[in-house]
């Protein structure tokens, strides 16, 4: 009797005993559970307060919120992918390519994804990767206007005009109300030395849309090329009454001041555009066009030098580098880069060779 009251009382302690575990258990589980949700919206939150500081050009601020928002949980995707963005907004290209990257080793299938750093590789100069990062877009977004636009500025970088220009024809034909793609297609034609064309499309961007910038700063580069200066001034003028602040449309300015004989001015502009992006090759050939004509040679040598050690085909940069090199009394090096020039098959240059180099080649 007492050894069956002691199992009993043994089963009846098991019991307890069996019971407080389970509860233990279901307690570790419902806070790891509980936890585990907690940290998924809290970084939900993150996210979402980080796109509102995005909107409000609270860059800095938004780019904390989705770094938290990865720390939080650093599998999400999304995080990834809203801190590439945020990332890109403030010009950290390469840190933006990290995230993107980052995002897309989680959900290989992220179109989204794919789609901004495509944009990033753009901006980056490589446009081969951002090409390649369009193609699982294109086959998502086959018939949208925005695909064939990005596609077509990569192919504007790689100077594969005709190409780019067939893909900005998709676009347009998708989105005839887009004034940036009618601008882009004025572009091309620009760079084929097309101005009738390009001054076509340029007018059609602007009466889609007057405050389409760039077409202005375009629309200016044409008028350049004819020698209108008082027109491209007044154009050139529009597009930084858009945009105060864009280097390029800065640059430009600067470069049809000095071919108007405003060199104080001139330089006031060119030093703003390349304190702001001092990649831009242009800028250098423009300083060192401003120097010559001012009658600094030894400056308009360096500047000029220094823009054809970024891109050595620069429009006119050999041109302009070989009249330096001749008023400045080195006729040999002048005659060298009017060759060059030559070669590039730029008017100004032909008709300068064989005005002053003649007797050296014979």
């Not at 979402?48 to 939080?72: C, H, M, W």
């Not at 760039?214 to 020698?227: D, G, R, S, Y």
């Amino acid at each position: 009797m007492n050894k069956t009251l002691s199992e009993m009382l043994l089963k009846e302690v098991s019991s307890d005993k069996l019971n407080l575990i389970k509860l233990v258990v279901f307690l570790f589980v419902f806070v790891l559970f509980g936890s585990c949700a907690s940290r998924e919206q809290r970084q939900q939150k993150l996210i979402q307060k980080g796109y509102l500081e995005l909107e409000a050009n609270n860059v800095e601020r938004s780019i904390e919120l989705f770094e938290d928002a990865t720390e939080l949980v650093a599998e999400n995707a999304s995080a990834w992918n809203a801190l590439g963005v945020a990332l890109y907004k403030n010009g950290n290209t390469y840190e933006a390519i990290h995230a993107f990257d980052k995002a897309l080793m989680l959900q290989p299938d992220y179109t989204r994804a794919y789609y901004n750093r495509s944009n990033a590789f753009y901006d980056a100069g490589e446009y081969y990767r951002a090409l390649d990062d369009l193609e699982p877009v294109m086959n998502s977004y086959e018939d949208s206007a925005f695909v064939y636009l990005a596609k077509g500025l990569s192919l504007v970088g790689l100077k594969k005009y005709e190409e780019a220009k067939k893909a900005f024809m998709w676009a347009a034909s998708m989105d005839s109300t887009n004034a940036e793609i009618f601008a882009n297609i004025g572009i091309v034609y620009y760079y084929q030395q097309e101005y009738g064309q390009a001054e076509k499309y340029t007018l059609s961007a602007l009466k889609k849309n007057e405050g389409e910038a760039n077409a202005w700063n375009l629309l200016a580069l044409i008028q350049t090329e004819k020698e209108n200066y008082s027109g491209a001034l007044e154009s050139v003028n529009k597009a930084i009454s858009y945009d105060k602040f864009q280097p390029y449309f800065l640059n430009n300015r600067g470069f049809i001041l000095t071919m108007s004989g405003d060199y104080e001015k001139a330089e006031r502009d060119l030093r703003q555009s390349i304190s702001i992006d001092e990649r831009n090759p242009y800028v250098y050939r423009n300083l060192g066009i401003l120097a010559l004509k001012k009658g600094d040679y030894t400056e308009a040598i360096r500047q000029l030098k220094e823009a054809l050690k970024k891109n050595e085909y620069l429009s006119s940069a050999n041109f302009y580098l070989a009249e330096a090199y001749r008023l400045n009394s080195q006729k040999e090096l002048a005659c060298e880069y009017y060759q060059t020039s030559t070669s590039l098959g730029e008017k100004q240059g032909i008709e300068a060779y064989e005005k002053f180099c003649q007797e050296i080649a014979m």
